[in-house]
């Protein structure tokens, strides 16, 4: 437990606070208002509203015509003066969400219908920064699965609820993707250089881990989420300490055990603080040879398991990410994600979902196979402005923070 002590909680960076304003969903092109509805359900009571992920077949995996009714959705809750407060949380017993239907993304493009993978983002990272701009207080109970884009749909908001059944992981670099949705954001944010070991690898750290590294912050087993529910559900207020109050009622206390990855925060500093993926690489696999710790070969396979242009576009990501803000990070993924689904530089997008998802043969073929055929041009070309053909995305920075 002495090694976790400087594992100070990031609460506070994850949430912003924003001013009035207005902001206009994106229409869903896909299907028609009674399948989303159906899709993400809604809950109402005397102050507050709820919202449920409703794709149990999928794990709750975002969709584009989730993605455009949570906008509306939320958007007229923050602007009816008789919501104090607002929920989200997944429909189904194992999944809070398992991120992006990247599936449906990877029909899509072989349907030719790039555009409406260009609007399902948009639309997407706009509720994303609406969620970390949200004027009201927001509490996301996040039991169950929470992958990716799952985690970004409710990282942002005020209050993180996460359970003994939690289990939170990145998974993107081994689809030929990268972590998004705010992903660069929140992980940069993280204790040390945890979120780069997250990203590289994949992981999965639980709900408790979660709390360690502040990714949460309140932890309940998951047989008590009906009375926090029923408790929120009664409340008559605005006030964000009131909500903090209830849901640290029926809290536990809790520290990550004795086999958790954040015992070895160390050697993750040691090794995950390098400039380049080969240099991280390199020095993994030389204190494997030297030690014969089966740690570093774990984590060795993992990250060789995964895109070579992908890790290295999303260290990258992760390091500017650092040093910016939620809609700045938003803006630079969104021109990152574009250029991972234009399969102009390499397909791995469409490979990686092809061999893991689709077809399931879990045999990548992966271009450039290796991370020394990744050249600094074509990292450098994830983040290039988009150029005058594709616009850039457009918050509404200046109506939700005017100061900034």
């Known amino acids: 437990m002495q090694k976790l002590k400087f594992l100070v909680p990031i609460s506070r960076c994850l949430h912003r606070n924003g001013f009035v304003r207005s902001f206009s969903a994106l229409p869903s092109y896909t299907q028609p208002d009674y399948l989303q509805e159906e899709e993400v359900l809604v809950e109402g009571r005397a102050n507050s509203r709820k919202a449920i992920l409703n794709r149990p077949s999928s794990l709750n995996a975002v969709t584009a015509s989730m993605a455009a009714r949570l906008n509306r959705l939320y958007e007229s809750w923050e602007e009816n003066s008789d919501i104090g407060f607002v929920m989200m949380k997944g429909g189904s017993q194992g999944a809070f969400c398992s991120g992006t239907d990247v599936v449906a993304l990877y029909r899509l493009l072989n349907e030719g219908k790039a555009e409406e993978c260009k609007a399902f983002f948009e639309s997407l990272y706009k509720f994303v920064y609406v969620l970390g701009t949200y004027l009201k207080p927001h509490v996301a109970i996040m039991d169950g699965v929470v992958m990716g884009g799952g985690a970004g749909i409710s990282l942002p908001g005020m209050f993180r609820v996460v359970t003994d059944k939690t289990v939170f992981s990145s998974p993107e670099v081994q689809i030929g993707f990268h972590p998004d949705v705010g992903a660069s954001y929140y992980l940069s944010r993280l204790p040390g250089y945890l979120g780069e070991y997250l990203a590289l690898t994949g992981e999965k750290i639980n709900g408790a881990e979660m709390m360690a590294c502040g990714l949460a912050t309140h932890y309940s087993l998951k047989e008590k989420l009906p009375w926090i529910e029923e408790r929120l559900g009664s409340l008559i207020t605005d006030d964000r300490s009131v909500i903090e109050s209830s849901l640290a009622q029926y809290g536990s206390l809790v520290y990550p055990d004795g ?133 850039e995305l457009n918050l509404p920075v200046l109506v939700r923070e005017p100061d900034v």
């Open 259 to 391: 086999t958790s990855v954040l015992h070895e925060i160390k050697k993750i500093d040691s090794y995950f603080c390098y400039d380049t993926v080969e240099e991280i690489v390199e020095a993994l696999e030389n204190k494997a040879a030297e030690s014969g710790d089966k740690w570093y070969a774990t984590v060795l396979n993992k990250i060789k398991e995964a895109s070579p242009l992908s890790l290295k576009v999303t260290l990258q990501s992760i390091r500017e990410g650092r040093f910016q803000t939620l809609d700045q990070c938003l803006a630079r993924e969104y021109r990152t994600s574009l250029k991972f689904i234009s399969n102009k530089v390499s397909n791995d997008f469409s490979e990686g979902v092809r061999a893991r998802l689709v077809d399931k043969d879990f045999a990548p073929k992966w271009g450039p196979p290796k991370l020394d055929d990744v050249s600094d041009d074509m990292v450098a070309s994830f983040f290039a402005p988009l150029g005058e053909v594709e616009p």
